[in-house]
């Protein structure tokens, strides 16, 4: 599976983003696509995540700012970044987690995805 990530760039805080991951694989449509993100020196951190089902989950630290949906016909996952900050600088990354799981569980540990992108660049200025 071949993930790819578009849509980064650099804006002024306050402005909006909006992220895209495309798969190359045919595990799309039944799984779960998250996004984490990684900046200088820290590790990386989960944002949100979004299954087939339609169950997702944001972090703590974006929630009601960044929204995630996906396009199982497309098929691409999108991360709507709203009122950016400077903190939210560092790179994103889409990931796949290929577990089918029978509760409403959402994965969100970067150890639960077995497949990642290259990432994309997000820069927030003050």
């Known amino acids: 599976v071949q993930l790819v990530e578009s849509g980064g760039g650099s804006v002024q805080a306050g402005n909006s983003l909006r992220l895209s991951c495309t798969s190359s694989?045919?595990?799309?449509?039944?799984?779960?696509m998250g996004w984490f993100r990684q900046a200088p020196g820290k590790e990386r951190e989960f944002v949100a995540a979004?299954?087939?089902?339609?169950?997702?989950k944001h972090a703590d630290a974006v929630r009601g700012r960044f929204t995630i949906s996906r396009d199982n016909l497309k098929p691409t996952v999108y991360l709507q970044m709203n009122s950016l900050r400077p903190e939210d600088t560092a790179t994103y990354f889409c990931?796949?987690?290929?577990?089918?799981?029978?509760?409403?569980?959402?994965?969100?540990?970067?150890?639960?995805?077995?497949?990642w992108g290259q990432g994309t660049q997000v820069t927030v200025s003050s």
């Open positions: 979004i299954r087939t089902s339609g169950d997702y």
């Open positions: 990931a796949l987690n290929t577990v089918a799981y029978v509760s409403t569980y959402v994965p969100w540990t970067p150890s639960e995805y077995t497949s």
């Open positions: 694989g045919d595990t799309w449509s039944v799984y779960t």
